[in-house]
Protein backbone atom coordinates (compact mmCIF):
# COMPACT_ATOMS: atom_id res chain seq x y z
CA UNK A 1 0.00 0.00 0.00
CA UNK A 2 1.20 3.54 -1.12
CA UNK A 3 2.33 5.84 1.38
CA UNK A 4 -0.43 8.49 0.27
CA UNK A 5 -3.22 5.96 0.52
CA UNK A 6 -2.05 5.47 4.36
CA UNK A 7 -1.59 8.61 5.02
CA UNK A 8 -5.27 9.82 3.72
CA UNK A 9 -6.52 6.97 6.01
CA UNK A 10 -4.43 8.02 8.93
CA UNK A 11 -5.84 11.71 8.72
CA UNK A 12 -9.09 10.37 8.62
CA UNK A 13 -8.96 7.95 11.44
CA UNK A 14 -7.02 11.01 13.08
CA UNK A 15 -10.19 13.18 12.46
CA UNK A 16 -12.59 10.37 13.73
CA UNK A 17 -10.87 10.04 16.83
CA UNK A 18 -9.86 13.71 17.46
CA UNK A 19 -13.63 14.78 17.21
CA UNK A 20 -14.43 12.00 20.20
CA UNK A 21 -11.42 13.39 22.20
CA UNK A 22 -12.16 16.81 21.69
CA UNK A 23 -8.51 17.20 20.41
CA UNK A 24 -8.39 19.31 17.16
CA UNK A 25 -7.51 16.67 14.31
CA UNK A 26 -4.03 16.55 12.54
CA UNK A 27 -3.83 17.75 8.97
CA UNK A 28 -1.37 16.90 6.58
CA UNK A 29 0.09 20.50 5.99
CA UNK A 30 3.45 20.63 7.63
CA UNK A 31 3.95 22.74 11.01
CA UNK A 32 4.31 26.39 10.34
CA UNK A 33 8.10 26.50 11.77
CA UNK A 34 10.24 24.47 13.65
CA UNK A 35 10.21 23.42 17.56
CA UNK A 36 13.32 23.85 19.68
CA UNK A 37 13.53 21.24 22.00
CA UNK A 38 16.51 21.20 24.84
CA UNK A 39 17.03 18.58 27.42
CA UNK A 40 19.09 18.78 30.06
CA UNK A 41 20.49 15.15 31.53
CA UNK A 42 23.18 16.08 33.64
CA UNK A 43 21.26 15.81 37.37
CA UNK A 44 21.93 11.59 37.33
CA UNK A 45 21.79 12.15 41.19
CA UNK A 46 18.51 12.81 41.28
CA UNK A 47 17.53 10.93 37.98
CA UNK A 48 15.66 14.30 36.95
CA UNK A 49 15.56 15.21 33.31
CA UNK A 50 15.01 18.88 32.72
CA UNK A 51 13.54 19.97 29.41
CA UNK A 52 13.02 23.73 27.55
CA UNK A 53 10.76 23.65 24.04
CA UNK A 54 10.09 26.60 22.52
CA UNK A 55 7.05 26.14 19.69
CA UNK A 56 6.27 28.47 17.09
CA UNK A 57 2.40 29.72 18.04
CA UNK A 58 -0.55 32.20 17.05
CA UNK A 59 -2.67 33.92 19.15
CA UNK A 60 -5.51 32.37 20.23
CA UNK A 61 -6.46 29.05 21.58
CA UNK A 62 -3.80 25.75 21.47
CA UNK A 63 -3.25 22.89 22.87
CA UNK A 64 0.05 20.89 22.90
CA UNK A 65 -0.02 16.43 23.15
CA UNK A 66 2.52 14.61 25.09
CA UNK A 67 2.62 11.40 23.33
CA UNK A 68 0.28 8.39 24.13
CA UNK A 69 0.93 5.33 22.37
CA UNK A 70 4.56 4.03 22.03
CA UNK A 71 6.19 2.93 19.22
CA UNK A 72 7.72 -0.58 19.36
CA UNK A 73 5.50 -1.18 22.43
CA UNK A 74 2.17 -1.66 20.57
CA UNK A 75 -0.15 -0.35 23.31
CA UNK A 76 -1.27 3.63 25.36
CA UNK A 77 1.87 3.05 27.93
CA UNK A 78 4.09 6.34 27.31
CA UNK A 79 4.75 7.43 30.90
CA UNK A 80 2.97 10.39 31.63
CA UNK A 81 3.04 10.31 35.02
CA UNK A 82 6.57 11.17 34.82
CA UNK A 83 6.14 14.52 33.20
CA UNK A 84 5.73 17.13 36.41
CA UNK A 85 6.34 20.68 36.71
CA UNK A 86 4.63 21.94 33.26
CA UNK A 87 5.08 25.69 32.75
CA UNK A 88 3.83 27.20 29.68
CA UNK A 89 4.68 31.21 29.02
CA UNK A 90 4.51 33.64 25.49
CA UNK A 91 6.66 36.49 25.95
CA UNK A 92 7.58 36.10 29.78
CA UNK A 93 4.13 35.85 31.12
CA UNK A 94 2.93 32.38 32.60
CA UNK A 95 0.03 30.99 30.65
CA UNK A 96 -2.55 29.05 32.30
CA UNK A 97 -3.29 25.39 30.80
CA UNK A 98 -5.97 23.09 31.42
CA UNK A 99 -6.45 19.49 31.03
CA UNK A 100 -8.42 17.87 28.88
CA UNK A 101 -10.88 15.64 31.23
CA UNK A 102 -10.89 12.74 28.71
CA UNK A 103 -7.35 12.62 26.41
CA UNK A 104 -5.29 12.98 29.58
CA UNK A 105 -2.33 13.85 27.40
CA UNK A 106 -4.15 16.83 26.17
CA UNK A 107 -2.93 20.48 27.53
CA UNK A 108 -4.95 23.46 26.23
CA UNK A 109 -4.41 26.93 26.74
CA UNK A 110 -4.78 30.56 25.17
CA UNK A 111 -1.91 32.09 23.21
CA UNK A 112 -2.05 35.91 23.79
CA UNK A 113 -1.94 38.26 20.72
CA UNK A 114 1.33 39.25 19.37
CA UNK A 115 2.96 36.28 20.81
CA UNK A 116 4.33 34.11 17.83
CA UNK A 117 5.84 31.44 20.09
CA UNK A 118 5.21 29.93 23.60
CA UNK A 119 8.06 28.20 25.67
CA UNK A 120 7.00 25.09 27.62
CA UNK A 121 9.51 24.43 30.43
CA UNK A 122 9.11 20.81 32.77
CA UNK A 123 10.67 17.75 34.16
CA UNK A 124 10.39 14.45 33.10
CA UNK A 125 11.35 12.09 36.56
CA UNK A 126 13.41 8.94 35.38
CA UNK A 127 11.76 6.19 38.02
CA UNK A 128 14.17 6.28 41.04
CA UNK A 129 13.89 2.42 41.71
CA UNK A 130 12.27 -0.85 39.45
CA UNK A 131 8.95 -0.58 41.13
CA UNK A 132 8.10 2.66 39.61
CA UNK A 133 8.79 1.68 35.94
CA UNK A 134 12.11 1.34 34.02
CA UNK A 135 14.96 3.04 35.01
CA UNK A 136 16.65 5.61 32.66
CA UNK A 137 19.24 7.12 34.23
CA UNK A 138 21.79 5.24 36.56
CA UNK A 139 24.85 6.87 38.04
CA UNK A 140 27.32 5.39 34.83
CA UNK A 141 24.47 5.94 32.00
CA UNK A 142 21.64 7.12 30.59
CA UNK A 143 18.74 6.75 27.62
CA UNK A 144 16.88 9.83 26.11
CA UNK A 145 13.73 8.24 24.67
CA UNK A 146 12.46 11.52 22.57
CA UNK A 147 8.64 10.66 22.98
CA UNK A 148 9.27 10.50 27.01
CA UNK A 149 11.00 14.68 26.36
CA UNK A 150 8.16 15.80 24.15
CA UNK A 151 4.97 18.19 23.78
CA UNK A 152 3.85 18.45 20.30
CA UNK A 153 1.04 20.59 19.17
CA UNK A 154 -2.00 19.49 18.39
CA UNK A 155 -3.32 19.36 14.71
CA UNK A 156 -0.39 18.17 12.69
CA UNK A 157 0.95 14.96 11.44
CA UNK A 158 3.99 14.61 13.63
CA UNK A 159 5.93 13.49 10.64
CA UNK A 160 5.20 17.01 9.21
CA UNK A 161 6.48 18.69 12.69
CA UNK A 162 10.50 20.15 12.33
CA UNK A 163 12.60 19.82 15.17
CA UNK A 164 15.65 21.34 16.70
CA UNK A 165 16.89 18.86 19.48
CA UNK A 166 19.80 19.55 22.00
CA UNK A 167 21.08 17.30 24.62
CA UNK A 168 23.30 18.71 27.35
CA UNK A 169 25.09 15.05 29.00
CA UNK A 170 27.30 14.93 32.02
CA UNK A 171 30.92 16.11 31.77
CA UNK A 172 32.82 13.81 30.06
CA UNK A 173 30.03 11.22 29.60
CA UNK A 174 29.72 9.70 25.22
CA UNK A 175 26.96 9.01 23.31
CA UNK A 176 25.18 6.56 20.48
CA UNK A 177 22.30 7.39 18.67
CA UNK A 178 21.07 7.45 14.92
CA UNK A 179 20.85 11.03 15.07
CA UNK A 180 22.82 12.74 13.04
CA UNK A 181 25.28 15.62 14.79
CA UNK A 182 25.84 19.27 13.92
CA UNK A 183 27.69 20.71 16.83
CA UNK A 184 29.04 19.56 19.99
CA UNK A 185 29.97 22.83 22.39
CA UNK A 186 31.40 21.16 25.57
CA UNK A 187 29.17 18.41 26.95
CA UNK A 188 25.90 19.81 24.82
CA UNK A 189 25.39 18.18 21.65
CA UNK A 190 23.09 20.03 19.19
CA UNK A 191 21.44 17.88 16.51
CA UNK A 192 20.47 17.93 13.19
CA UNK A 193 16.60 19.14 12.16
CA UNK A 194 14.54 16.57 11.67
CA UNK A 195 10.90 15.62 12.17
CA UNK A 196 9.32 14.77 15.12
CA UNK A 197 8.41 10.93 13.69
CA UNK A 198 12.07 10.52 12.86
CA UNK A 199 13.27 12.50 16.54
CA UNK A 200 10.95 9.93 18.52
CA UNK A 201 12.32 6.47 17.02
CA UNK A 202 15.64 7.66 17.24
CA UNK A 203 16.77 7.05 21.10
CA UNK A 204 20.20 8.27 22.64
CA UNK A 205 22.15 5.98 25.00
CA UNK A 206 25.06 7.64 26.64
CA UNK A 207 27.26 6.94 29.35
CA UNK A 208 30.73 7.26 31.62
CA UNK A 209 32.21 4.34 30.36
CA UNK A 210 31.88 4.09 26.78
CA UNK A 211 33.09 2.03 23.43
CA UNK A 212 31.89 2.20 19.85
CA UNK A 213 32.86 -1.03 17.53
CA UNK A 214 32.31 -1.01 14.07
CA UNK A 215 30.67 -4.30 13.20
CA UNK A 216 30.71 -3.82 9.05
CA UNK A 217 34.24 -2.35 8.57
CA UNK A 218 34.72 -0.03 5.47
CA UNK A 219 30.77 -0.47 4.61
CA UNK A 220 29.18 2.18 2.62
CA UNK A 221 26.46 2.00 4.92
CA UNK A 222 28.20 1.66 8.17
CA UNK A 223 26.80 -0.54 11.29
CA UNK A 224 27.67 0.39 14.44
CA UNK A 225 27.70 -1.35 18.57
CA UNK A 226 27.98 1.82 20.70
CA UNK A 227 28.10 -0.03 24.13
CA UNK A 228 27.83 1.64 27.65
CA UNK A 229 28.33 -0.27 30.92
CA UNK A 230 28.65 -0.27 34.86
CA UNK A 231 32.58 -0.32 34.50
CA UNK A 232 35.02 -0.26 32.24
CA UNK A 233 36.09 -4.03 32.43
CA UNK A 234 32.58 -4.41 31.05
CA UNK A 235 33.18 -3.00 28.04
CA UNK A 236 36.13 -5.18 27.31
CA UNK A 237 35.36 -8.06 24.21
CA UNK A 238 37.38 -10.61 22.70
CA UNK A 239 37.75 -10.56 19.12
CA UNK A 240 36.08 -13.72 19.06
CA UNK A 241 32.92 -12.50 20.97
CA UNK A 242 32.70 -9.65 18.30
CA UNK A 243 33.73 -11.81 15.55
CA UNK A 244 29.94 -13.54 15.69
CA UNK A 245 28.40 -10.53 15.61
CA UNK A 246 29.90 -8.56 12.62
CA UNK A 247 28.89 -12.23 11.27
CA UNK A 248 24.81 -11.01 12.10
CA UNK A 249 25.36 -8.08 10.15
CA UNK A 250 26.77 -10.00 7.13
CA UNK A 251 23.78 -12.69 7.31
CA UNK A 252 21.41 -10.18 7.81
CA UNK A 253 22.18 -8.86 4.27
CA UNK A 254 22.20 -12.23 3.14
CA UNK A 255 19.06 -12.86 4.16
CA UNK A 256 17.29 -9.94 2.89
CA UNK A 257 19.14 -8.68 0.51
CA UNK A 258 18.51 -5.03 1.26
CA UNK A 259 19.44 -2.71 3.90
CA UNK A 260 17.25 0.46 5.15
CA UNK A 261 19.22 2.82 6.93
CA UNK A 262 21.65 5.49 6.31
CA UNK A 263 23.37 3.82 9.04
CA UNK A 264 22.35 1.28 11.93
CA UNK A 265 23.30 2.29 15.22
CA UNK A 266 23.08 -0.37 18.15
CA UNK A 267 22.52 0.95 21.57
CA UNK A 268 23.82 -1.33 23.80
CA UNK A 269 24.20 -0.92 27.85
CA UNK A 270 25.20 -3.67 30.55
CA UNK A 271 24.57 -2.74 33.67
CA UNK A 272 22.79 -3.96 36.92
CA UNK A 273 21.25 -0.47 37.52
CA UNK A 274 19.39 1.06 34.22
CA UNK A 275 16.51 -0.87 32.98
CA UNK A 276 17.26 -3.69 31.05
CA UNK A 277 15.20 -3.18 27.51
CA UNK A 278 14.54 -4.25 23.84
CA UNK A 279 13.17 -1.95 21.58
CA UNK A 280 13.12 -1.27 17.72
CA UNK A 281 13.99 1.26 16.05
CA UNK A 282 14.00 2.03 11.99
CA UNK A 283 18.11 3.02 12.25
CA UNK A 284 18.97 1.85 15.84
CA UNK A 285 18.03 -0.38 18.38
CA UNK A 286 17.67 0.42 22.25
CA UNK A 287 19.47 -3.09 24.30
CA UNK A 288 19.89 -3.16 28.19
CA UNK A 289 21.42 -7.09 29.63
CA UNK A 290 23.18 -7.52 32.53
CA UNK A 291 26.95 -6.59 32.88
CA UNK A 292 28.50 -9.82 31.88
CA UNK A 293 27.51 -9.82 28.77
CA UNK A 294 31.81 -10.31 27.39
CA UNK A 295 32.90 -10.62 30.49
CA UNK A 296 31.21 -13.96 31.60
CA UNK A 297 30.39 -14.70 28.16
CA UNK A 298 29.64 -18.97 28.34
CA UNK A 299 26.86 -18.17 31.18
CA UNK A 300 25.00 -15.58 28.89
CA UNK A 301 24.46 -17.38 25.57
CA UNK A 302 20.38 -16.95 26.18
CA UNK A 303 20.86 -13.29 25.98
CA UNK A 304 22.48 -13.65 22.90
CA UNK A 305 19.47 -13.20 20.24
CA UNK A 306 18.74 -10.12 21.30
CA UNK A 307 20.92 -8.17 19.42
CA UNK A 308 19.55 -10.29 16.32
CA UNK A 309 15.82 -9.82 17.10
CA UNK A 310 16.09 -5.97 17.11
CA UNK A 311 18.40 -5.80 13.59
CA UNK A 312 15.81 -7.41 12.29
CA UNK A 313 13.04 -5.43 13.11
CA UNK A 314 14.82 -2.68 11.02
CA UNK A 315 13.49 -4.58 7.53
CA UNK A 316 10.25 -6.07 9.73
CA UNK A 317 8.21 -3.63 11.76
CA UNK A 318 9.93 -0.56 10.48
CA UNK A 319 10.52 -0.51 7.16
CA UNK A 320 7.47 -2.97 6.12
CA UNK A 321 4.88 -2.00 8.49
CA UNK A 322 1.05 -3.38 9.70
CA UNK A 323 -1.18 -0.98 7.25
CA UNK A 324 -3.09 -0.79 10.25
CA UNK A 325 -0.17 0.78 12.48
CA UNK A 326 0.08 3.48 10.72
CA UNK A 327 -1.70 6.74 12.36
CA UNK A 328 -0.69 10.43 12.18
CA UNK A 329 0.22 11.10 15.37
CA UNK A 330 1.75 9.51 19.30
CA UNK A 331 -2.03 9.79 20.22
CA UNK A 332 -4.08 8.23 17.99
CA UNK A 333 -4.92 4.25 18.78
CA UNK A 334 -2.92 1.51 16.45
CA UNK A 335 -4.29 -1.36 15.41
CA UNK A 336 -2.22 -4.49 15.88
CA UNK A 337 -3.91 -7.29 14.26
CA UNK A 338 -0.51 -8.00 12.22
CA UNK A 339 1.82 -8.83 15.20
CA UNK A 340 2.15 -12.39 14.33
CA UNK A 341 4.53 -11.45 11.26
CA UNK A 342 5.31 -8.06 13.12
CA UNK A 343 6.91 -9.88 16.55
CA UNK A 344 6.24 -13.54 15.29
CA UNK A 345 8.72 -13.56 12.40
CA UNK A 346 10.96 -11.06 14.07
CA UNK A 347 11.13 -13.77 16.54
CA UNK A 348 12.33 -16.37 14.18
CA UNK A 349 14.80 -14.53 12.34
CA UNK A 350 16.19 -13.23 15.27
CA UNK A 351 16.80 -17.06 16.27
CA UNK A 352 17.81 -18.11 13.11
CA UNK A 353 20.59 -14.83 13.31
CA UNK A 354 21.48 -16.20 16.32
CA UNK A 355 22.74 -19.28 14.80
CA UNK A 356 23.86 -18.90 11.45
CA UNK A 357 26.24 -15.59 13.06
CA UNK A 358 27.32 -18.17 15.86
CA UNK A 359 26.13 -16.32 18.75
CA UNK A 360 24.13 -19.21 19.12
CA UNK A 361 25.80 -22.76 18.23
CA UNK A 362 23.09 -25.53 16.19
CA UNK A 363 22.76 -26.86 19.33
CA UNK A 364 21.65 -23.64 21.49
CA UNK A 365 19.32 -22.98 18.47
CA UNK A 366 17.47 -26.17 18.96
CA UNK A 367 17.69 -26.17 23.11
CA UNK A 368 16.15 -22.59 22.80
CA UNK A 369 13.23 -23.71 20.37
CA UNK A 370 12.57 -26.99 22.19
CA UNK A 371 11.78 -24.79 25.64
CA UNK A 372 9.76 -22.64 23.80
CA UNK A 373 7.59 -25.41 22.63
CA UNK A 374 6.92 -26.88 25.11
CA UNK A 375 5.97 -23.78 26.96
CA UNK A 376 3.35 -23.38 24.52
CA UNK A 377 2.31 -26.73 23.86
CA UNK A 378 1.64 -26.19 27.79
CA UNK A 379 -0.14 -22.85 27.95
CA UNK A 380 -3.44 -23.95 29.15
CA UNK A 381 -5.41 -20.46 28.33
CA UNK A 382 -5.37 -22.50 24.58
CA UNK A 383 -8.46 -23.96 25.07
CA UNK A 384 -10.50 -20.35 25.63
CA UNK A 385 -8.15 -17.84 23.63
CA UNK A 386 -6.47 -17.84 20.15
CA UNK A 387 -3.32 -16.79 19.85
CA UNK A 388 -4.70 -14.12 17.13
CA UNK A 389 -6.41 -12.52 20.29
CA UNK A 390 -2.86 -11.75 22.32
CA UNK A 391 -2.65 -8.99 19.78
CA UNK A 392 -4.81 -6.76 21.46
CA UNK A 393 -2.54 -7.89 24.82
CA UNK A 394 -0.05 -4.40 25.00
CA UNK A 395 -3.26 -2.54 25.52
CA UNK A 396 -5.24 -5.41 27.09
CA UNK A 397 -2.73 -6.24 30.09
CA UNK A 398 -0.22 -3.15 29.33
CA UNK A 399 2.81 -5.66 30.16
CA UNK A 400 1.44 -5.61 33.81
CA UNK A 401 2.45 -8.93 36.22
CA UNK A 402 -0.05 -11.58 35.66
CA UNK A 403 -1.22 -13.88 38.22
CA UNK A 404 -2.06 -16.94 35.97
CA UNK A 405 -0.52 -16.22 33.08
CA UNK A 406 -0.65 -19.34 32.05
CA UNK A 407 -4.47 -19.48 31.26
CA UNK A 408 -4.79 -15.70 30.49
CA UNK A 409 -1.97 -15.75 27.87
CA UNK A 410 0.37 -12.75 27.58
CA UNK A 411 1.65 -11.39 24.20
CA UNK A 412 1.72 -15.34 22.61
CA UNK A 413 2.27 -14.02 19.30
CA UNK A 414 6.06 -13.41 19.63
CA UNK A 415 6.76 -16.98 20.74
CA UNK A 416 3.57 -18.52 18.89
CA UNK A 417 4.46 -16.07 15.91
CA UNK A 418 7.63 -17.77 15.83
CA UNK A 419 6.41 -21.39 15.37
CA UNK A 420 3.80 -20.46 13.30
CA UNK A 421 6.52 -19.26 10.88
CA UNK A 422 9.19 -22.45 11.45
CA UNK A 423 5.80 -24.00 10.10
CA UNK A 424 5.31 -21.92 6.99
CA UNK A 425 9.32 -22.45 6.20
CA UNK A 426 8.94 -26.19 6.62
CA UNK A 427 5.97 -26.02 4.80
CA UNK A 428 7.65 -24.23 1.69
CA UNK A 429 11.20 -26.15 1.54
CA UNK A 430 8.28 -29.49 1.78
CA UNK A 431 5.86 -28.49 -0.93
CA UNK A 432 9.57 -27.47 -3.26
CA UNK A 433 11.52 -30.10 -2.91
CA UNK A 434 13.77 -28.00 -0.43
CA UNK A 435 14.64 -25.93 -3.46
CA UNK A 436 12.89 -22.62 -1.79
CA UNK A 437 12.15 -21.53 1.62
CA UNK A 438 11.22 -18.63 3.85
CA UNK A 439 14.08 -17.18 2.90
CA UNK A 440 13.07 -16.27 -0.83
CA UNK A 441 9.93 -14.53 1.29
CA UNK A 442 12.30 -12.42 3.29
CA UNK A 443 14.26 -11.19 -0.43
CA UNK A 444 10.98 -10.42 -1.90
CA UNK A 445 8.99 -9.42 1.08
CA UNK A 446 11.87 -6.70 3.10
CA UNK A 447 13.94 -6.28 0.29
CA UNK A 448 11.79 -3.95 -2.18
CA UNK A 449 13.40 -0.65 -2.43
CA UNK A 450 16.50 -1.51 -1.63
CA UNK A 451 18.41 1.57 0.09
CA UNK A 452 15.26 3.55 0.51
CA UNK A 453 14.08 4.06 4.83
CA UNK A 454 10.27 5.15 3.76
CA UNK A 455 8.01 2.92 5.26
CA UNK A 456 6.14 0.36 3.21
CA UNK A 457 2.90 -0.74 4.48
CA UNK A 458 1.29 -4.45 3.78
CA UNK A 459 -1.70 -6.36 4.40
CA UNK A 460 -2.82 -9.91 5.36
CA UNK A 461 -3.07 -10.49 2.04
CA UNK A 462 0.21 -8.89 1.24
CA UNK A 463 1.57 -11.33 3.10
CA UNK A 464 -0.33 -14.22 1.45
CA UNK A 465 0.78 -12.81 -2.14
CA UNK A 466 4.39 -13.16 -1.22
CA UNK A 467 3.66 -16.69 -0.14
CA UNK A 468 2.22 -17.51 -2.93
CA UNK A 469 4.84 -16.34 -5.08
CA UNK A 470 7.32 -18.13 -3.57
CA UNK A 471 5.66 -21.35 -3.37
CA UNK A 472 1.70 -21.89 -5.24
CA UNK A 473 -0.51 -22.79 -1.70
CA UNK A 474 -3.62 -21.57 -0.39
CA UNK A 475 -1.67 -19.89 2.78
CA UNK A 476 -4.47 -17.75 3.48
CA UNK A 477 -6.31 -20.69 5.63
CA UNK A 478 -3.45 -22.87 6.26
CA UNK A 479 -2.28 -19.10 8.39
CA UNK A 480 -5.95 -18.45 9.78
CA UNK A 481 -6.07 -22.31 11.19
CA UNK A 482 -3.19 -21.74 13.28
CA UNK A 483 -3.79 -18.20 14.37
CA UNK A 484 -7.41 -18.77 15.50
CA UNK A 485 -7.35 -22.35 16.77
CA UNK A 486 -8.65 -23.13 19.94
CA UNK A 487 -7.65 -26.07 22.42
CA UNK A 488 -4.93 -27.76 23.75
CA UNK A 489 -1.33 -28.50 21.59
CA UNK A 490 1.03 -25.62 20.00
CA UNK A 491 1.47 -25.48 16.25
CA UNK A 492 4.29 -27.96 16.05
CA UNK A 493 3.47 -29.41 12.68
CA UNK A 494 6.86 -27.55 11.64
CA UNK A 495 8.69 -29.27 13.98
CA UNK A 496 8.17 -32.40 12.55
CA UNK A 497 8.36 -31.26 9.41
CA UNK A 498 12.01 -30.14 10.20
CA UNK A 499 12.38 -33.59 11.34
CA UNK A 500 12.78 -33.59 14.81
CA UNK A 501 9.72 -33.92 17.77
CA UNK A 502 9.48 -32.83 21.15
CA UNK A 503 10.39 -34.95 24.04
CA UNK A 504 10.82 -34.39 28.05
CA UNK A 505 13.78 -36.10 29.95
CA UNK A 506 14.92 -35.85 33.75
CA UNK A 507 17.82 -33.67 32.91
CA UNK A 508 18.12 -30.09 31.55
CA UNK A 509 20.27 -28.89 28.46
CA UNK A 510 22.76 -27.11 28.63
CA UNK A 511 20.63 -23.70 27.62
CA UNK A 512 17.97 -24.59 30.44
CA UNK A 513 20.31 -24.59 33.03
CA UNK A 514 21.92 -21.13 31.62
CA UNK A 515 18.07 -19.80 31.30
CA UNK A 516 17.23 -21.15 34.89
CA UNK A 517 20.48 -19.21 36.09
CA UNK A 518 19.79 -15.57 34.19
CA UNK A 519 16.50 -15.47 35.50
CA UNK A 520 17.47 -16.95 38.57
CA UNK A 521 14.04 -19.21 39.15
CA UNK A 522 14.17 -23.29 39.44
CA UNK A 523 11.91 -24.59 36.80
CA UNK A 524 9.09 -27.47 37.75
CA UNK A 525 7.11 -26.61 34.79
CA UNK A 526 6.35 -29.73 33.04
CA UNK A 527 6.70 -31.98 36.43
CA UNK A 528 4.79 -29.69 39.25
CA UNK A 529 3.21 -27.41 36.81
CA UNK A 530 5.10 -24.14 38.49
CA UNK A 531 8.57 -22.28 38.91
CA UNK A 532 10.26 -21.09 41.83
CA UNK A 533 12.41 -17.68 42.78
CA UNK A 534 15.43 -18.06 44.54
CA UNK A 535 13.22 -17.04 47.45
CA UNK A 536 11.36 -19.60 47.00
CA UNK A 537 8.22 -17.87 45.75
CA UNK A 538 6.23 -19.47 43.25
CA UNK A 539 5.78 -18.41 39.85
CA UNK A 540 4.42 -19.22 36.53
CA UNK A 541 1.75 -21.77 38.03
CA UNK A 542 0.39 -23.89 35.02
CA UNK A 543 -3.67 -23.91 35.03
CA UNK A 544 -4.97 -27.38 36.16
CA UNK A 545 -1.19 -28.71 36.83
CA UNK A 546 -0.17 -30.53 39.88
CA UNK A 547 0.79 -27.76 42.13
CA UNK A 548 -2.70 -25.65 40.78
CA UNK A 549 -4.56 -28.34 42.09
CA UNK A 550 -2.88 -28.22 45.28
CA UNK A 551 -4.00 -25.26 45.76
CA UNK A 552 -0.70 -22.97 45.43
CA UNK A 553 -0.78 -19.59 44.15
CA UNK A 554 1.74 -17.06 43.41
CA UNK A 555 1.18 -15.40 46.18
CA UNK A 556 3.24 -18.75 48.02
CA UNK A 557 6.41 -19.34 49.17
CA UNK A 558 8.01 -22.17 49.58
CA UNK A 559 9.63 -22.67 53.05
CA UNK A 560 10.42 -26.46 53.27
CA UNK A 561 10.25 -29.30 51.29
CA UNK A 562 9.48 -32.50 53.32
CA UNK A 563 10.89 -30.92 56.25
CA UNK A 564 14.29 -30.04 54.89
CA UNK A 565 14.49 -25.50 54.29
CA UNK A 566 13.63 -24.65 50.70
CA UNK A 567 16.55 -24.78 47.90
CA UNK A 568 15.94 -25.57 44.25
CA UNK A 569 18.29 -28.76 44.96
CA UNK A 570 15.98 -29.93 47.56
CA UNK A 571 12.96 -29.85 45.79
CA UNK A 572 14.61 -31.81 42.68
CA UNK A 573 15.87 -34.18 45.07
CA UNK A 574 12.50 -34.59 46.52
CA UNK A 575 11.19 -34.76 43.05
CA UNK A 576 13.53 -37.53 41.93
CA UNK A 577 12.83 -39.71 45.20
CA UNK A 578 9.11 -39.63 44.72
CA UNK A 579 9.37 -40.82 41.14
CA UNK A 580 7.60 -44.78 41.65
CA UNK A 581 6.89 -44.24 45.37
CA UNK A 582 3.75 -43.73 46.97
CA UNK A 583 4.41 -41.05 49.45
CA UNK A 584 3.51 -37.34 48.72
CA UNK A 585 6.20 -34.29 48.18
CA UNK A 586 5.51 -32.10 51.44
CA UNK A 587 5.59 -28.15 51.11
CA UNK A 588 5.05 -26.25 54.01
CA UNK A 589 3.98 -22.78 52.25
CA UNK A 590 3.81 -19.08 53.55
CA UNK A 591 1.53 -16.96 52.24
CA UNK A 592 1.15 -13.68 54.46
CA UNK A 593 1.66 -14.26 58.27
CA UNK A 594 -0.04 -17.91 57.57
CA UNK A 595 1.57 -21.70 57.36
CA UNK A 596 0.19 -24.34 55.29
CA UNK A 597 1.64 -28.03 54.55
CA UNK A 598 0.44 -29.14 51.16
CA UNK A 599 1.06 -32.42 49.58
CA UNK A 600 1.69 -33.24 46.43
CA UNK A 601 0.66 -36.18 44.72
CA UNK A 602 3.05 -36.29 41.65
CA UNK A 603 5.30 -39.37 41.08
CA UNK A 604 6.62 -38.97 37.38
CA UNK A 605 10.01 -37.61 37.80
CA UNK A 606 11.57 -34.97 36.48
CA UNK A 607 10.94 -33.33 33.08
CA UNK A 608 12.99 -30.88 31.21
CA UNK A 609 12.12 -30.48 27.36
CA UNK A 610 14.30 -31.25 24.25
CA UNK A 611 14.35 -31.85 20.76
CA UNK A 612 15.04 -35.30 19.54
CA UNK A 613 15.41 -36.32 15.49
CA UNK A 614 12.67 -38.38 13.73
CA UNK A 615 14.81 -41.27 11.78
CA UNK A 616 14.63 -41.74 8.33
CA UNK A 617 13.53 -37.79 7.58
CA UNK A 618 15.74 -34.73 6.32
CA UNK A 619 16.90 -32.14 9.19
CA UNK A 620 15.67 -29.24 8.17
CA UNK A 621 16.59 -27.66 11.23
CA UNK A 622 20.34 -28.05 10.12
CA UNK A 623 19.49 -26.36 6.72
CA UNK A 624 17.71 -23.65 8.50
CA UNK A 625 20.39 -23.22 11.16
CA UNK A 626 23.12 -23.23 8.57
CA UNK A 627 25.28 -20.11 7.72
CA UNK A 628 24.47 -18.65 4.28
CA UNK A 629 27.65 -18.53 1.72
Known sequence: ???????????????????????????????????????????VGQKIFRIQSTIPARPGRMT?????????????????????????????????????????????????????????QYEYLSPVEPSQGRITMASEMLGVQWLSMSLYPAGYATRGIPVQASLKLPEGWQ????????????????????????????????????????????ARVPVYLNIMADNPESLEAKPEQIAPHREMVKQAYKLFDSYHYKHYDFLFALSDEFGGIGREHHQSSENGVKPGYFSEWSKNEAVRDLLPHEF???????????????????????????????????????????????????????????LRAAYY???????WRPVQDTVHDPIVAARRPQGWSNYQRSEDYYVEGQLIWLDVDTKIRELSGDKRSLDNFAKIFFGEYNGSIGPSYYTFEDVVQALRTVQEFDWAPFLRERLDARGAGAPLDGLQRAGWKLVYTDTPTDYAKNAEAQSKTADFAYSLGFSVRADGGVSSIVWDGVGFKAGLSGADTIVAVNNRAYSGDVLKAAVKAAKGASAPIELLLKKGPTYRTVKLEYHDGLRYPRLERIKGTPDRLQAIYAPRK
Open 64 to 120: LLYPEWVPGNHGPSAPLMQLAGLRISAGGKQLDWQRDPVHVHSFSFTVPEGADSIEA
Open 1 to 43: MSRRTLSALALSLSIAFSAHAGVPPAIETSFPGTIVLKVDATN
Open 312 to 370: THSWNGKFRRPADQEVATFNEPVRNSLLWVYEGQTQYWGNVLAARSGLWSQQSARDALA
Open 377 to 383: DNVRGRA
Open 175 to 218: YGTALETASKDGNEVRFKLTDLETLVDSPVFAGRYFKRIDLDPG
